[in-house]
């Protein structure tokens, strides 16, 4: 299964103390797996106080970056409520769909905080195929970029305001076909030397096979073979019908 980007919803934003924002969900389904990105102006600890929300990511420098996610248990998800105890609270809720059970992604690899006018991934390495790297570029500015995307990646989303101090989400993502290295790259240029945080991960599709245990159907994410009493990955099985081999499972 491909991993595919879904959609953004509004940017939520508080400017009281302390701040409460609940950032909406855009639509979705049972499955797909939503991010939520927040800034505070002030380097504090961004909660949520909302059932199955898991913080995948927190920079605590003069400015606050947190990024949470969940799985959507359906289409109907409530958006988290995001606290903090200092006013200029941002956020903002993405989804991703076709991605793997348990944890859906891979090598999450945060970066500093700068203070540039350029904004740029981190090195993050894939540990099997078809992974789809996403970097989430957190900016304390809203003017437009330049130079977005890079050469081979997608501009999923970019989104902006002007309440409060400014403040303005950028998201890219490349397929990746095999397991590899992903260098780092230059989202893009932003007006004015700004404060911004960017989380660089791969994203794992689902197996397109499941296997039931305890009534319970879940993703088969691997298979082997013993070969001469050494185990083989199998990477992909082949049946044949009507005189034509498909496939039945891939890796």
Not at 29 to 56: Q, Y
Not at 119 to 134: G, Y
Not at 149 to 164: A, E, F, M, N, V
Request: proline letters at 5%.
């Amino acid at each position: 299964m491909t991993v595919t980007y879904v959609g953004m919803g509004y940017i939520y934003y508080d400017g009281g103390e302390p701040p409460e924002i609940q950032p909406p969900i855009p639509a979705h389904i049972t499955g797909d797996i939503i991010f939520a990105g927040c800034i505070n102006t002030v380097g504090v600890t961004i909660t949520t106080s909302s059932t199955g929300w898991t913080k995948l990511a927190e920079n605590l420098d003069n400015f606050g970056w947190t990024w949470f996610w969940k799985r959507a248990t359906s289409s109907g998800t409530a958006a988290p409520v995001i606290s903090s105890t200092f006013p200029n609270l941002y956020g903002w809720c993405f989804v991703y769909r076709g991605c793997a059970s348990g944890t859906p992604y891979e090598d999450a690899t945060l970066g500093d905080e700068f203070n540039t006018l350029d904004i740029d991934t981190e090195t993050i390495t894939t540990t099997d195929k078809n992974r789809l790297v996403v970097a989430v570029a957190l900016i304390e500015n809203n003017g437009s970029l330049t130079g977005a995307p890079p050469i081979g990646w997608t501009l999923d989303d970019y989104k902006r305001t002007s309440q409060g101090s400014d403040a303005s989400i950028a998201i890219i993502s490349k397929s990746i076909p095999t397991a590899s290295t992903v260098s780092a790259v230059e989202i893009a240029t932003i007006p004015a030397i700004q404060y911004h945080c960017v989380l660089t991960f791969a994203l794992i599709p689902a197996s397109t096979v499941k296997i039931n245990i305890g009534d319970t159907w879940q993703d088969l994410v691997a298979m082997k073979i013993n070969i001469g009493d050494s185990w083989k990955d199998v990477s992909s099985i082949k049946q044949n019908i009507g005189d034509n081999w498909k496939d039945v499972y891939e890796k």
